[in-house]
């Protein structure tokens, strides 16, 4: 069993459990776009797709309908999880302090252009509470590594 098949829904589209219904159909059509069966050359990489894109619509259906979606959430255990901190570090957790970073990295030339678009990419989905994906975790990571190697001061903002 892939690890994919063992997500929930919210976690199988990369959305928070708060989603609002027009987050739910963005992430489900970027999430189609990326496993749509007919992208991949390899059968087996083709089923794999079909398998996925099959769960990715299930889970869709089921969230974008109200009554669907509160029956499957009652399913679920608390959501404990959302409440927790993304990073481990406290400053890693604060949306200004990615943004601030992401500038600094761009006057400073410090980094990858792409580490400082994750960089960026962090503190928007810590403010407006979107879910890290696993994908993106490591290159933010990079890039917060990056900035403080470079001698960025995270320090809270008062």
Sequence with gaps: MDVWQK????????IPRRATRDEITRAYRLQQ???????????????IASKRSQAIS???ATLFDARQRQ???QS?????????????EPL???PSVWKRMAAWMKDEDVGTSF???MAFVAGDCLERNRQISEKQMPYMLSA?????NAGFEAVEEP
């Design 33 to 47: 776009a990326a496993w749509h069966p007919d992208r991949f050359n390899s059968a087996d990489f083709k089923a």
């Design 115 to 117: 580490e400082r678009k």
């Design 76 to 88: 679920l255990p608390p959501e404990d999880a959302d409440d927790a901190d993304v990073f481990l």
């Design 144 to 148: 917060w590594n990056a900035a403080m």
């Design 7 to 14: 997500r929930n829904h919210y976690d199988l589209l990369e």
């Design 92 to 94: 890693q957790n604060q």
């Design 71 to 73: 029956i499957y959430d």
């Design 58 to 60: 299930a889970a869709y």
